[in-house]
């Protein structure tokens, strides 16, 4: 059974970086191809996609995101980790990682594993 | 457009069914994937496809698609259905992003 947990600091300050790792158990990261995505959600909204990865180390970003995000993979920890810069009090939210699938019968694509999320809060 | 759009709430009375829709032009091109969120609780992936369902997900819930609509219906819906539930798509605009929906707000009475 495939887990994710996140980690990192819970407080940033308004202008920092904030920075995520999301370590992979239960098979290895390289293994099939999948996707590993990360989301987030604000206090009471909806689910925002970040950006993904390959273990290729192949990147999409969420154009409105592109500018301060940059996601990267540890395959040999098992991990992979996000960067936001230029941190507002707009980015405290509860952010979580995901591996996506794709389904080749129907082409649809799907998160199947989530992390239990981590909450950040941006603030001085 | 690369918006998907829900009805903020729904209610249905438990062991009647309910169906939530979700609304974008990406839908035309890709099939969505439905989420349950409860409080506190990560996202869980309960269809995806044209209608599956992963592993452990009661045959009670059921996807369907037509043109720019997808829809998850619950069928005889039970306490622990009330939940938030939010459709995703891949944006079918150039960019390879995903969009997710507004979001849901199910009562079960």
């Known amino acids: 059974q495939v887990q994710l947990q996140e980690s990192g600091p819970g407080l940033v300050k308004p202008s920092q970086t904030l920075s995520l790792t999301c370590t992979v158990s239960?098979?290895?990261?390289?293994?099939?191809?999948?996707?590993w995505s990360w989301i987030r959600q604000p206090a009471g909204k909806g689910l925002e996609w970040i950006g993904r990865?390959?273990?290729?180390?192949?990147?999409n970003y969420n154009p409105s995101l592109k500018s301060r995000v940059t996601i990267s993979v540890d395959t040999s920890k098992n991990q992979f980790s996000l960067k936001l810069s230029s941190v507002t009090a707009a980015d405290t939210a509860v952010y979580y990682c995901?591996?996506?699938?794709?389904?080749?019968?129907?082409?649809?694509?799907?998160?199947?594993?989530w992390g239990q999320g981590t909450l950040v809060t941006v603030s001085s | 457009s690369s918006e998907l759009t829900q009805d903020p709430a729904v209610s249905v009375a438990l062991g009647q069914t309910v169906r939530i829709t979700c609304q974008g032009d990406?839908?035309?091109?890709?099939?969505a994937s439905w989420y349950q969120q409860k409080p506190g609780q990560a996202p869980v992936l309960v269809i995806y496809?044209?209608?599956n369902r992963p592993s452990g997900i009661p045959d009670r819930f059921s996807g369907s698609s037509s043109g720019n609509t997808a829809s998850l219906t619950i069928t005889g819906a039970q306490a622990e259905d009330e939940a938030d539930y939010y459709c995703?798509?891949?944006?079918?605009?150039?960019?390879?992003?995903?969009?997710f929906g507004t979001g849901t707000k199910v009562t079960v009475l």
């Open positions: 995901a591996r996506e699938d794709y389904d080749y019968v129907w082409g649809s694509y799907y998160f199947d594993y």
């Open positions: 239960g098979g290895s990261i390289s293994s099939g191809s999948y996707y």
């Open positions: 990865i390959y273990t290729s180390g192949s990147t």
């Open positions: 990406s839908l035309r091109s890709y099939y």
């Open positions: 496809g044209k209608n």
């Open positions: 995703n798509s891949r944006d079918s605009s150039g960019n390879h992003r995903y969009v």
